[in-house]
């Protein structure tokens, strides 16, 4: 069984990629996304979900991540950080998956530590904590 770090990382990957497209061209983004089916196994529908769900909800989250992150825009963020807070905050508030709060902040953490810059993981463990109370 692969892990769900795993399919966090190529979600991750695939909602880096949706937003250098710069557009919704959903069937690239899909089969981009498809391209993980073999690596991930039997988590590859949790990969989907995160991917799909995060883009279906994509202005509520960017609303809600831009409403905690003070004097920052979603836009200005780095896209690293920018597809790492929409996939957590997707995660916390609208996934019917209902994962442990601290597990999806942690998971963002290490995503951040491994991909971004060093000063990444604060800003998004201090964000997904404001974040939390979201949670439905």
């Known amino acids: 069984m692969k892990s769900r770090r795993m399919a966090r990382e ?8 949706a937003d250098s497209l710069k ?9 981009y996304t498809d391209g993980f089916q073999k690596e ?3 988590v590859f529908p949790f990969c989907e979900e995160l991917v799909q769900g995060t883009r279906e ?3 509520q989250i960017d ?7 003070k004097n920052w ?3 200005r963020m780095s896209a690293v950080d920018r597809a790492i807070l929409r996939m957590a905050t997707y995660e916390m508030v609208f996934s019917p998956e209902k994962t442990p709060i601290p597990a999806i902040i ?3 953490i290490e995503l951040a530590k491994k991909y971004s810059t ?3 993981s604060k800003f998004i463990n201090g964000l997904l904590d404001q974040l939390k109370k979201e949670r439905k």
């Open 40 to 42: 991930l196994g039997d």
């Open 23 to 31: 557009s919704s061209q959903n069937d690239t983004l899909e089969h």
């Open 73 to 75: 825009t979603v836009a």
């Open 10 to 17: 190529c979600a991750l990957q695939s909602l880096y990629y």
């Open 106 to 108: 942690d998971e963002a």
């Open 63 to 69: 609303k809600m991540v831009s409403s905690y992150a």
């Open 118 to 120: 060093e000063n990444s």
């Open 57 to 59: 909800h994509l202005p």
